[in-house]
Each structure stands twice: as C-alpha cells, then as structure tokens.
C-alpha cells in the first residue's frame, strides 16, 4: 500500500485505541496520552518501510525487489519494530514530563503500536504485489490479490473521521488536503472510470456529513467498518472476477494448467479488474493479461477500459473475448528455457525469488532481457528487469531466501539457497 494509506490506518487505529480506552476506563484518556498515540501509530504504521532507505537510494533494481518488502516486512520484525517504537515513545515522554508514562497509558500504547506495526504487513498482503510475514518459518510469498496499491475508497471512510477527531487545525487542514486530492485525482486519471470517480465524491459528502452529527465511539466504529467494508467489497469483486477467468481458462483448453491467476481491482471500481494468468500447455508457457467484470450483467469487460501492452514486450492475444473477460496480451515461450535461464545465470536465479509472471526476450547475442509482466514486462522499464548471462562470474550478493513464486516452471533445482 501506499504511506498514506499506511499513514491514515496508523492514525485510525490510535483513534480506536483512544475510544476503547475511554470505554474501558470509564474516563477519556489524558491529551497527551491521544497526542503521543496519535503520532507513534502514524510511525509504526509506516515503520517497515523502513526498507526503503537501503533499497530506493542507490540500490540496483534486482536489489530493489529482493529487499523491499523484505524482512522488515514479517511478522517477527514488526513485532520488534512496534517495540522499538514504543520504547523510543516511553523515553520521549520521559523527556517531555521528567517522569515515565503511568503503566495504564504504557499498555494501551505497546498494545496499539504492536497493531499498527502488523498493519502494514497486513495491507501490503491486500494487493498483487506480496509479503512473506511467516520468515524465517516460511519464506513463501503471500498475495491478497484484493485491492489496488492506491484505493481512494480507504481515504473516503477514513479521513472524515480524523478530522473530526482532531482538535489541531493543521492536522485538519492536511486531512482535508489530502481527501481533496484524492477526489481530484480519481476524475483526471484515466484508470479511475468517471462513474467510479462520481461514486467517490458522494461517498466522501456521505462519510462527511456523518461524521459530526456521531459521538467519538460511534465515528470510530463507522471508520472501521467502512474500511473493513470496503477491503471486503474488493475482495468478493476479485474473487468473483477469479472465477469467471478460471470458466473462460477451461473452456479455450480443459487440458491446459492454470498456474496462477494474479488479479487486481481498478482502482475505486469492485467490478473491473485486471487480470494476469500463468499457463503452461505441453512445451509452452503462456502469460495473458485481461480486463475482467466481476458482474458482467452490470458493466460489459469491454467497458473496464484497455491495458497499454505495447511497450511491455508482448503481443495482442488471438483468444475471443466475453462479457466477462476481455483479453488484451499475450506472451509464449518454452517453460524449459526459463528453466535453462536460471540453471545458467545467477542473477536470473535470484530474481526469480521476486517475478511471479516471468516473460523474457534476447537482449544480445549473450544476454537475455527478464522481467515481471506486473511491472513493465520484459520492457526494460519495468522495476524488475534484469539482464540475465550464461556462466556469469560475478553474483548477486545478500540474496535472500525467498521462495521463488515460479518454481512450478522453473523446478526447485538449484533454487533453495542463495547464490
């Protein structure tokens, strides 16, 4: 997800902790304690991404994708990091008052942080793009496949309620900065359909216009609901656009095997999606993209709006489309030359730990072009290209242990320790 998705959960969860506290105590919890919740959530919540100072700044791409999301993305650093926080919060407030917190504010805070750190992994799952929480227990990726990495939906449910929440102007002014924003954007991008855009304008009115008339509880419990509501919502829309790939799968070849089928909401929009499949017939590897309605009664496949497959590497796919599934590219290969790929070359070996749709292409007389189909194909734009060479001698260094997602094609020789 993005930090400001993070961002707005860390501070959504501090506004819970504060309204349970007062419920269980019978008393409202002291401004301080809000003051020093509010921002140590906001912290916690976006604390592994951490990563993202050893892996965004002068990190080489394969770098970039085996760190990232890496092990400050489980559950065993989270916990650690949540700690972390609090104990830098516990002294913060010794700095401030020239005395420790009273052990009822230090629980309710080591209990919120430890939450808001587990948050994030638990959001990062949501979409496309993955975790592995359970290293070093299991190194396997994890995929939500439910919501897109920016849904403006999030925004709308939760930002009335911070603000009301919030006795500090400036934070009331960036809040509603950033709603604002969000609203703009959703009707100047062009993935964000205009009636997907209208739906979260009143949406927005609609969380607004609650807020206020709401006592605290009652705001609080409306935020979550709604957020859990919409994750919810996303989640049957890609479970439903799941099925109907599967049906359309199984009708072109009941023979073919149906590797994986990666999925992913538009933004804003619980019907369209876009869908990635990883097949294998006999000798040939296939990837396709598509844009698939979960409710195709509703809104035809045709009108999700189109892919730009043209600068990813792949062609346009020969296959007939439905109401429900409007297919758009499509790349085939030999499974067993991946398989060759990463037997020969190091690099590809480990970045075959990241890429869950692999395509590839000759980028020399000695060098092949890898990539991800989610990010940019074999392009040479995409985040998750490499170049990959036959009997390299110089590999990549701290490797980490990851599972590769495409051990099915590429087979487990060679891939379970790092290079």
Known sequence: MDNITHSLAGLLLAESAVRLRARAEHAEPSPRFRAVAAVASLIAANLPDGDLLYTGIGASRLQYMLQHRGYTHTVVLALVGGLLVWCVAMLVWRWQTRRFPEASDARWLLGLLVVSTLSHLVLDWTNSYGVHPFWPFDNRWRYGDAVFIIEPWLWVVSIPTLVAA??????????????????????RVSFVSKGAAAALSIGAAFFVALAYPLRPPA????????????TLTMALGAARARSAMLDALRQIDSRMEILDVVVSPLPANAICMSVITVERSGEIYRASTARVSATPS??????????????????????????????EGEWTGRHAELAA??????????????????????????AVRLGDLRYGGASGNGFANVIARAGETE?????????????DVTGAMGLGASP
């Open 166 to 187: 919030t006795t500090r102007r400036w934070a009331r002014v960036a809040l509603s900065l950033v709603l604002l924003a969000g609203l703009v954007l959703a009707w």
């Open 219 to 230: 705001r609080a419990v409306a935020a979550v609901l709604g957020w859990v509501g919409v």
């Open 298 to 327: 509703l809104v035809d496949a045709a009108h999700c709006g189109s892919r730009d497959v043209s600068g990813s590497g792949i062609g346009l796919s020969p296959r007939q489309s439905t109401p429900a599934v409007q297919w």
């Open 341 to 366: 790929l990463v037997r020969e070359s190091c690099t590809a070996l480990a970045a075959m730990r990241f890429i869950r749709v692999p395509i590839w292409r000759s980028a020399s007389d000695s």
């Open 395 to 407: 590999c990549p260094r701290r490797v980490p242990p990851w599972t590769p997602p495409r051990e």
